[in-house]
């Protein structure tokens, strides 16, 4: 049988016209940097953001409801500082400290999808309060 080898993107669906709100957060805060869609595709909206080993399609969903429940799990680098310019900027950052060798958060995108951030304890997380 087959085996998946890895993950190749994963897309998250926005509203029409939420191209410029999704470029502010995965370019803005998130550092991605945005790639041109192929042409072909242009015509259906949306925009594609790569990273080093992360590429995150956002697609216009005609009749979009945010994903709440399911999201993309991000490894941060420095999750206390991903989590402290996410503050400063507004968005809802949730502390969540169920998983003993894992330090995460979650957030939202502008449209209301489910982010998370993880990474090792000891690596770029320290302790935190729950408020």
Same mark, same amino acid.
């Given at each position: 049988m087959p085996k998946l080898t890895s993950i190749d993107h994963v897309q998250l669906a926005i509203p029409r016209g939420g191209e410029e709100a999704a470029r502010a957060m995965f370019v803005g805060l998130l550092g991605l940097a945005e790639v041109p869609k192929p042409e072909s595709l242009q015509k259906r909206g949306g925009c594609w953001f790569k990273g080093e080993h992360v590429f995150v399609h956002c697609g216009v969903d005609p009749n979009f409801q945010p994903a709440t429940k399911a999201h993309i799990a991000f490894r941060v680098d420095d999750l206390d500082a991903l989590a402290a310019a996410l503050a400063a900027a507004?968005?809802?950052?949730?502390?969540?400290?169920?998983? #003993?060798?894992?330090?995460?958060?979650? #957030?939202t995108d502008p449209f209301g999808n489910r982010l998370e951030f993880m990474a090792e304890r000891g690596a770029g997380a320290s302790q935190h309060a729950q408020p």
């Open positions: 507004g968005q809802q950052v949730v502390w969540d400290e169920e998983l #003993a060798d894992e330090k995460r958060f979650y #957030a």
